[in-house]
């Protein structure tokens, strides 16, 4: 061990990049500009990395690039609150496990640069011997990152029409139902022309002093959440075609006949220009090496069955390797990924390094929307630099048509993004970092990230009656999903879905370890190491019978 670690000291660590772009539904007509979305984050950050930056700098630059990407719900295109507003949550977490953290925050077009700025601000002392803060919400935040020169644009330039689009559906969807769960019965309800115009007066008060049970009720028993489709039920009244077809353009919430990019601006405030067990990676029993040869899960080309393990790159898997599950037919990750690099992996039995299955069951229910993406989801990255530090964030516009205000698990430690340091006293010197992708609120019950990093940490699983014993890395992750998330009292016994798609890394002195699961449709995610030409890129499916999905890759560092 001492000689491992002189020779750490003796050259720089190998450097890893590691992002994802939401857990939902991604179309596999928009698949290709997800995934570059993803190789074009990766590769800016290797080029930090690589120029000495540290794995702060990495994690911002990345999360910036998905930010700038009308695409994903972060930064510019994000999800409109009910009162057609953009407000972003992001943290950035150190290898010390500091933070900085926005959430609510308007104007702002890439929230991941304020939270940096304020994991700054947070390690210089104030005087009098105040405490600096390390999380910022609403207005308090815009105003901070206008004092230290970050621009505060207009509401509406970070506004995409795509995203406004949305909020119109959802608007005239959210209105309808209501107005259907306020029509009187059969006997009675003549439809008439005076109760609508009624109906339409009344709106704007019922909106603002009942919008938790608006929200709730509005959609039936469905949510609008970081891991559900665009309009969550069809309109009454209307067909499948109509519902996806007909541009809406009924009054906002608010006010009658405007638009919510130009109402967004008259929010502008005064202070703003415009406003244990062993923690080393434990393999499964009586597996060989040749065995241990899968392919690997952020490979290109899904449709190959090539290995790859040169250099930095290994892969890993459990035992009960069934390779009959065929292969989703014309997938691919799009022209950004390398041709020669190993495949997604293979299934594992009940829950393991799965290769991409398929959505078509539940895609049959959307046929008239099967080219529209139905992700709206956190984005996040890990990296580790040279010099051996990790560091994570993450960043989101939150679920669309939320309270204004509401902040999301992206802009809190320990729920949407996590880390544990190294123990100065641990020889191994490892540590985890977790970022995770969802239906927030639920995340929040169960302390997601942080849970998820604790179980790799300690390589440990949930037992009957509660209990931690030990496990692999792969059944530690199986029991962060099934057990310590969607066996949480607080999501199963809740309205809501429970989806989460989470990521994960550990470094050790054998590799660094990712791990990521889902039990949302799609994942896109990619990673990319030093001695990398080109990031290696996914989107992970899940299969027509299965409840979740988890994968890794293991980073070689000798």
């Not at 992002?19 to 080029?47: F, K, P, Q």
């Not at 009454?236 to 996806?244: A, R, S, T």
């Not at 080309?301 to 989703?328: N, V, Y």
């Not at 039990?519 to 030409?533: C, I, K, V």
Request: with cysteine; net charge neutral; charged share 20%.
């Amino acid at each position: 061990m001492l000689r491992r670690s002189q020779m750490s000291q003796s050259r720089p660590c190998v450097s890893a990049i590691f992002v994802h772009a939401g857990a939902g539904y991604h179309s596999t007509t928009n698949e290709h500009i997800h995934l570059g979305a993803c190789n074009d984050s990766a590769r800016l950050a290797m080029r930090i990395l690589r120029a000495g930056g540290t794995a702060v700098d990495a994690v911002e630059a990345a999360i910036k690039v998905l930010e700038d990407k009308e695409i994903t719900n972060a930064g510019y295109g994000s999800n409109l609150s009910i009162e057609g507003i953009v407000e972003c949550d992001a943290t950035i977490v150190d290898h010390l496990g500091r933070s900085g953290a926005c959430g609510a925050t308007a104007q702002i077009k890439n929230p991941i640069h304020l939270a940096r700025i304020i994991l700054d601000a947070s390690n210089r002392p104030l005087s009098l011997r105040r405490v600096p803060p390390n999380l910022l919400v609403g207005q308090g935040a815009t105003d901070f990152a206008y004092k230290h020169g970050i621009p505060v644009v207009p509401h509406d330039m970070v506004v995409s029409k795509n995203a406004r689009d949305r909020y119109v559906r959802w608007r005239d969807d959210l209105r309808r139902a209501e107005r259907g769960r306020l029509t009187p019965n059969a006997s009675s309800a003549t439809s008439s022309q005076a109760g609508d115009e009624e109906l339409d007066r009344d709106y704007e008060e019922r909106v603002r002093n009942q919008q938790r049970r608006d929200h709730m009720n509005a959609i039936m028993h469905g949510t609008w959440n970081e891991g559900q489709p665009d309009s969550p039920q069809l309109s009454p009244g209307l067909d499948k075609h109509e519902q996806c077809s007909t541009v809406r353009r009924s009054p906002s919430p608010s006010t009658p006949n405007r638009d919510p990019c130009s109402a967004a601006n008259a929010h502008t405030r005064s202070l703003s220009p415009d406003s244990s067990p062993s923690k080393r990676p434990r393999f499964s029993k009586n597996l060989s090496d040749s065995n241990a040869r899968t392919r690997s899960l952020l490979g290109p080309s899904m449709g190959s069955s090539e290995t790859q393990k040169t250099g930095a790159d290994a892969t890993f898997a459990p035992e009960h390797i069934d390779l009959s599950q065929q292969i989703r037919p014309g997938s691919n990750d799009g022209p950004a990924s390398p041709s020669d690099a190993p495949s997604f992996g293979p299934t594992f039995s009940p829950l393991g390094f799965v290769q991409e299955g398929t959505a078509e069951p539940r895609i049959e229910q959307l046929t008239t929307v099967a080219d529209e993406d139905m992700i709206t989801d956190t984005v996040g990255a890990i990296a580790i630099d040279m010099y051996g530090n990790i560091a994570a964030g993450s960043s989101s516009g939150g679920i669309g048509m939320k309270h204004r205000g509401r902040v999301g698990p992206a802009a809190l430690v320990g729920i949407g993004t996590a880390v544990i340091p190294i123990d100065e006293k641990d020889p191994e010197g490892i540590c985890i970092a977790a970022v995770t992708s969802g239906t927030g609120e639920h995340m929040a019950t169960t302390m997601a990230s942080q849970k998820c990093a604790e179980r790799l940490y300690h390589n440990t699983r949930r037992a009957r009656g509660g209990a931690d014993i030990e496990a692999t890395e792969e059944e530690a992750m199986e029991s962060f999903i099934l057990a310590d998330f969607m066996g949480h009292p607080g999501v199963s016994g809740s309205n809501s879905a429970g989806a989460i798609g989470v990521m994960a890394v550990k470094k050790t002195p054998y590799g660094y370890f990712l791990h990521f699961a889902h039990n949302t449709d799609s994942f896109a995610l990619a990673s990319m190491h030093s001695n990398e030409r080109e990031p290696k890129c996914v989107m992970s499916r899940i299969g027509e019978h299965s409840a979740t999905v988890q994968g890794g890759r293991k980073v070689r560092v000798d």
